[in-house]
């Protein structure tokens, strides 16, 4: 249906940030997801039940809201919590539900990690990654310089390990450890 606005204050009510529309369609589709695959697990372990006829494997409802930073920014997450109250006849110790969408240390999606070494990589230093961060995710993606400085700690040291490689079986014909001339 259509409809006229008038005034100015009406019309500037009725625009939308378009990044916020992507973040809350993601936000509605990972929750949906993980819904969906909390009714899965559930459904798969209905007919386990204990002396009592209780099920074993049940809801316990969501966990605390947390930021998940993705390609579509923040989003913020309260994954559903089941409570399992098997035990794993092999080791003894309680059988647990764990999101394959969401594991529980997640921050930020690995798209968003693999971004960063190139970020780095094409010039931008270390107290850069916050300020442009927030302007991507509009958040700091949970990274500080510190952090980020942690970060190329590890890459740099990859990079160590990678050119001292031996290259003796690879068919370069060098075999020399760390060659680097073709």
């Known amino acids: 249906m259509l409809s006229v606005v008038a005034d100015e204050a009406a019309r500037a009510a009725l625009q939308v940030d378009l990044d916020e529309v992507v973040r809350e369609g993601a936000r509605r589709m990972l929750a949906a997801a993980l819904e969906a695959e909390v009714d899965d697990y559930l459904a798969a372990c209905a007919a386990e039940r204990d002396e009592g006829g209780r099920r074993l494997v049940v809801?316990?409802?969501h966990a605390r809201q947390r930021a998940v930073t993705t390609a579509a920014g923040s989003i913020p997450v309260r994954a559903p919590?089941?409570?399992d109250r098997r035990v794993d006849p092999v080791?003894?110790?309680r059988?647990?539900?764990?999101s394959l969408i969401l594991p529980p240390w997640w921050r930020k999606s690995p798209k968003v990690a693999e971004v960063l070494p190139l970020l780095y990589l094409h010039g931008l230093s270390t107290g850069d990654f916050?300020?442009?961060?927030?302007g991507f995710f509009g958040?700091?993606?949970?990274?500080?310089?510190?952090a980020v400085g942690r970060l190329l700690a590890g890459w740099q040291a990859d990079y160590q390990d990678f050119c001292q490689r031996d290259l003796t079986d690879?068919?370069?014909g060098w075999s020399r450890p760390?060659?680097?001339v073709w």
């Open 59 to 61: 809801r316990n409802g």
């Open 81 to 83: 919590r089941v409570d």
């Open 91 to 93: 080791t003894g110790q």
């Open 95 to 98: 059988v647990r539900f764990r």
């Open 130 to 134: 916050v300020p442009a961060l927030e």
């Open 139 to 146: 958040s700091a993606a949970g990274l500080s310089a510190a």
């Open 170 to 172: 690879s068919g370069c």
């Open 178 to 180: 760390g060659c680097a």
